[in-house]
């Protein structure tokens, strides 16, 4: 086959592929800005016949979604924030400080990384139930305040930090809480950046556990709040459409915006051995 | 090593305080439930024992005879074993395509397509599970519009029996191949050029240089894309949940995932439930225990 030819039907695949992958986030929006009932019309319509808000604005007035969206926001950022911190202090710990039986530990913590979540779901739920945090925002962030992934990727990264500089700062009478502050965690901050937005977007696209732990419709998350939308108001497309645009729009915006970050994250947790 | 010595102390009471919050999270909330899964299912526990906990009994292996017993759990895992054998090698196989396709040296605006096969991926589950929902309505729905366009009848995607299975697992592979053609591509840039170049001044065609040298390279790829889509299409729950009212038609749709979520958290069955959720993790665990020995004696 001759290059040039080869070269327009590569491109072609691509076009079908990328249209094919677009298709249905672009519909989502088109279909969200139609007047009721547009998007159930026959022959069905692929853009709005003139493009309305007013979904949106039922959705924030009588559905009251921007509580919704602040429980999403609040879930996902604090365990961001709250794993970050403890898979760093734990992750560096596995790699940097001298303790006695430290790899025989990090050893049976990475066999337990291959037993599948699902099953500690049942007990997890009647042991948070005994501490009173069923339908509480802790108990949805508490869980995955820390994970062996986390804890395993910050370590590899961690050991790559020269012991000379911890023991040189411990000569010069700096305390390990001082040293994992001012010399480690910095150091750590590409690593940080990426296990950051990987866990942002994790927890805002979470649902089984959300769904099971959040009983009042008050606290909802984004998809659970979705998933109970969907069975009431199944015949409005367009709502649904709207709700869908909300859940995934700021998802997608963070990933574009930090891309690269998000990318060499998930390759980095894919190659390493 | 004077110093060092008197600093070891000091060093093991700082990994005490560093470690304690993870391992405390980890152990609380991660292994302890695991070790209680297989006591509970065990147990009758179920929605008197929620009330008072007096009222929870021993019964050995009753759950998992009544399982083996049960035509629901053998119809949910029927449907599982079908979308994981069916749609994992399928987004794996979409994804390597992809990724043989930008990885060519023909192909421009390489990082503009990366991004948009990878948007998907970054989307909810349950937010595009609910547009497929409607873009596989057989009247208005997009999907049978389009294929309209090529002269086929419409189908009825999620109400039919046959073809709700296959709708879900389209809606899995689009969401999905983007992440493994992100390490696929990374995997494929890691190859040597000059193995090709060698193979080539030997003589070999394209498609060999593909079967020997491209496929054996990703091995390691491959291994740890199948462990992991194994893993994460066994759990499949969200999209049985949204998109056919909780396993239609006719339980065509209903996962083990999704048995275990009825059983436990909407019967309180959670005796009956754990056993599920056992057995569901043994045949995970085997599944990739399997693809490891698989990659060993590949390699023997």
């Known amino acids: 086959m001759k290059r040039p030819v080869a070269s327009v039907l590569l491109h072609l695949v691509l076009l079908v592929g990328g249209v094919a992958a677009l298709a249905p986030l672009a519909w989502m929006v088109a279909a969200s800005l139609m007047p009721t009932g547009e998007a159930n019309s026959f022959p069905p319509r692929f853009l709005p016949s003139r493009p309305t808000l007013v979904h949106y604005r039922e959705l924030f007035t009588r559905l009251n979604i921007g509580r919704t969206f602040g429980s999403s926001l609040l879930v996902a950022s604090a365990t961001t924030i709250v794993s970050l911190l403890f898979n760093s202090m734990a992750g560096y710990a596995f790699a940097k400080l001298r303790f006695p039986g430290r790899d025989r530990l990090f050893g049976a913590l990475l066999v337990a990384m291959v037993i599948p979540a699902p099953i500690a779901m049942l007990p997890l739920f009647l042991l948070l139930r005994s501490l009173g945090l069923v339908n509480s925002y802790a108990g949805v962030v508490l869980p995955a305040a820390s994970t062996i992934l986390g804890v395993f990727l910050i370590r590899q990264f961690a050991r790559g930090i020269p012991d000379d500089l911890l023991d040189a700062a411990r000569l010069d009478g700096a305390g390990e809480l001082k040293l994992y502050r001012k010399i480690v965690l910095p150091l750590l901050r590409p690593v940080l950046t990426t296990l950051a937005i990987v866990t942002f977007l994790a927890t805002w696209n979470d649902f089984i556990w959300p769904l099971i732990v959040l009983t009042d419709e008050r606290r909802y998350t984004l998809p659970v709040a979705l998933a109970s939308l969907v069975g009431e108001h199944v015949q409005d497309t367009e709502l649904m459409m709207a709700g869908s645009v909300l859940t995934v729009l700021p998802v997608l915006l963070l990933f574009l915006l930090l891309q690269k970050q998000y990318i060499e994250g998930i390759t980095l947790g894919g190659l390493k051995e | ?300």
């Open chain 2, 1 to 300: 090593m004077a110093v060092d010595r008197r600093r070891v102390p000091g060093e093991v009471r700082a990994a005490l305080f560093f470690l304690a919050p993870g391992l405390l999270v980890i152990g609380l909330f991660f292994l302890l439930p695991i070790a209680a899964s297989v006591l509970l299912s065990l147990t009758d526990f179920d929605i008197y024992a929620l009330g008072d906990v007096r009222n929870v009994r021993v019964v050995g292996l009753r759950n998992f005879s009544r399982l083996l017993a049960d035509p629901l759990f053998w119809t949910s895992l029927r449907n599982t074993f079908y979308f994981v054998l069916v749609g994992g090698p399928l987004t794996l196989s979409v994804a390597l395509a992809a990724a043989l396709l930008l990885h060519s040296k023909l192909v421009r605006w390489k990082g503009l397509f990366r991004t948009i096969f990878f948007a998907p991926y970054i989307t909810t589950l349950v937010a595009v599970a609910i547009v497929f929902r409607y873009l596989y309505h057989p009247r208005f729905g997009g999907l049978n519009r389009v294929l309209e366009l090529f002269g086929i009848p419409a189908i009825d995607w999620l109400g039919n029996p046959k073809w709700a299975m296959p709708a879900i697992i389209l809606l899995a592979v689009w969401k999905n191949f983007g992440y493994a053609m992100i390490l696929f591509i990374a995997g494929l840039q890691a190859i040597p050029e000059s193995l090709y170049e060698a193979a080539r001044l030997d003589g070999a065609g394209r498609l060999q240089l593909f079967r020997r040298i491209t496929v054996p390279m990703l091995a390691p790829t491959f291994l740890f894309l199948g462990v992991l889509t194994t893993i994460g299409y066994f759990q499949f729950f969200a999209e049985p949940y949204v998109m056919t009212g909780g396993g239609g038609p006719l339980n065509a749709t209903l996962s083990t995932g999704l048995l275990m979520y009825k059983q436990g958290f909407r019967w309180w069955n959670m005796g009956y439930a754990a056993a599920i959720a056992v057995v569901l993790g043994l045949v995970i665990l085997a599944f990739s225990a399997l693809q490891f020995r698989i990659e060993r004696r590949r390699n023997a």
